[in-house]
């Protein structure tokens, strides 16, 4: 069995980033539901994010979505960060909200477009200078809604043309993380559709180009822990977008749907090397939650992609092996499913108190007062989020 200490120092080294778009309101195209208390500027998204990583002791980066994060001084946004304990993480860019890219933005059949597009790209590299951030994470929205609308190479030449301009300009130690989502918006064509298409963009970039998983961007039913493991064997694993689906791109808070999912793809985390520091793998959540309270549901998913983590570090790899080599399908399985169904909450709990943290971060947080602070406060301004 995994060494109890080995799990909990593993515990300790891991990091989850959290996205300021999940602090703000959401909703879906029919209604976006507005909550008392949620942050009017980026900086009010940071000090929640500051609660998030107060709370969970493994959240203390915030990943920024441009431009709905825009700011005139981001060097003054990231020691406003540090001031509340955390920091500036990856840069995610927008090329979908703006009425130039209907027919798409870097694939865009126009040059005058694509040039705005890959200009939008240049400037996000130019804020991760301004704040340290090392990732810049692209997701497309482009794609054709019918046969016929475009040519499907052409865009994929103007696809590579585009980023490599962007990689250009990156520094030495800055990278693309290219995500892909198989369809929304576009329904017939979507330009940068699964990981293959990620995968032969970035291999024509080079080294500082690499995948990105959003594990609710897959068709029903697509294996997602065997990309995960080709990826990292190919290490071109640059890093999950954490959430989870029922149907297609859910957002909802990671492991509700499916925690036996998420655990299976910790599972080739951990075993694949996707947990060292030198592998790289940014682990972000990416949720948009519509009706639950904004703060908590990040606490959760938080300390969901947590226990999965910990019953992934469970699984008795040398039993596993040897099960494995010796052609033992029962025990094999048997030592996969004896991890899954290990309660961990204990355990975490545990480990918490070890670290000065509360056992339970989700009514630690309740009983701080933040919520009702906020709530009292952040009266007037326009509060973050989208579109209504
Ligand atoms: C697209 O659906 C996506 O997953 C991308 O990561 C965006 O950056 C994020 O959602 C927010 O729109
Ligand atoms: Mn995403």
Redesign the pocket.
């Known amino acids: 069995m995994p060494d109890i200490a080995a799990v909990k120092a593993a515990l300790a080294n891991q990091r989850i980033e959290t996205p300021s778009w999940g602090y703000g309101n959401s909703g879906t195209r029919f209604k976006v539901f507005a909550q008392a208390g949620v942050p009017r500027t980026p900086r009010e998204k940071l000090e929640d994010a500051a609660k998030v990583h107060e709370f969970t002791g493994i959240a203390p980066k915030v990943a920024l979505h441009i431009p709905w994060d825009k700011v005139d001084d981001y060097a003054a946004l990231s020691a406003y960060a540090k001031e509340r304990g955390v920091e500036l993480g990856t840069v995610n860019s927008n090329t979908f909200q703006d009425d130039d890219y209907k027919l798409g933005s870097v694939c865009h059949p126009d040059p005058a477009v694509r040039r705005k597009a890959v200009d939008h790209l240049l400037e996000c590299v130019d804020i991760m200078d301004a704040t340290g951030s090392k990732d810049l994470k692209i997701?497309l929205a482009d794609g054709t809604n019918y046969p016929g609308q475009d040519d499907i190479v052409a865009r994929q030449d103007r696809l590579a043309e585009s980023l490599a301009t962007v990689y250009e300009r990156l520094g030495d130690d800055q990278r693309i993380l290219l995500?892909y989502k198989f369809f929304e918006p576009a329904f017939y064509t979507t330009d940068v559709p699964d990981w293959g298409t990620s995968y032969m963009q970035c291999m024509n970039l080079g080294d500082k180009a690499q995948v990105v998983v959003?594990t609710g961007h897959h068709a029903p039913g697509t294996n997602i822990e065997f990309i995960v493991a080709l990826l990292l064997r190919a290490k071109k694993l640059g890093g999950f977008?954490f959430n989870s689906r029922f149907y297609a791109d859910d957002d909802l808070m990671v492991g509700s749907a499916d925690p036996f999912q998420l655990f299976r793809i910790l599972h080739e985390v951990a075993k694949n090397g996707g947990f060292d520091p030198e592998t790289n793998v940014a682990f972000m959540l990416?949720q948009c939650h519509n009706i639950e309270a904004k703060i908590p549901a990040v606490i959760r998913s938080v300390m969901n992609v947590q226990e999965a983590t910990a019953k992934a570090l469970l699984v008795d790899r040398e039993a596993l092996g040897a099960a494995q080599a010796s052609g033992d399908v029962l025990t094999a399985n048997a030592v996969i499913m004896d991890a899954y169904n290990t309660d961990v909450r204990p355990l975490l709990a545990e480990w918490r108190e070890e670290q000065g943290l509360a056992a339970n971060p989700v009514t630690a947080y309740a009983a701080s007062g933040w919520q009702e602070r906020i709530a009292a406060e952040r009266v007037g301004g326009e509060q973050a989020g989208w579109g209504a």
């Open positions: 997701w995500e959003d977008d990416d």
